[in-house]
């Protein structure tokens, strides 16, 4: 089991930054990806960046060139660094982590942080 606390949303005006932090607990190995998605209201869940296992970094178009995903492996925890925020950017933020199990994929998901880009 692993578990995941999401922490660092809130309310930025547009243009302005925020950093997500998540920290990862339990059973952390055989680790596949960690990465971020968000859900806003009435839309799909959708991934925003990741991290794969070899260290490949992907980030979602809309969000290229502005945000930073970063992983502090002693401290086992994933960031998101959110500059140049857009109200399109407002959703909740999910954490999640694939870890491998022999021949399956498990899914972990955080509790999930609101960030809200508004004037």
């Known amino acids: 089991q692993v578990q995941l606390v999401e922490s660092g949303g809130g309310l930025v005006q547009p243009g302005g930054s925020l950093r997500l932090s998540c920290a990862a607990s339990?059973?952390?190995?055989?680790?596949?990806?960690m990465g971020w998605y968000r859900q806003a209201p009435g839309k799909q869940h959708d991934l925003v960046a990741v991290?794969?296992?070899?260290?490949?970094?992907k980030y979602a178009d809309s969000v290229k060139g502005r945000f930073t995903i970063s992983r502090d492996n002693a401290r086992n925890t994933l960031y998101l660094q959110m500059n140049s925020l857009k109200p399109e950017d407002t959703a909740v933020y999910y954490c999640?982590?694939?870890?491998?199990?022999?021949?399956?994929?498990?899914?972990?998901w955080g509790q999930g942080t609101q960030v809200t880009v508004s004037s």
């Open positions: 339990g059973s952390i190995f055989s680790i596949y990806s």
């Open positions: 991290i794969r296992g070899g260290g490949t970094l």
């Open positions: 999640n982590v694939m870890q491998a199990e022999g021949t399956k994929i498990l899914n972990y």
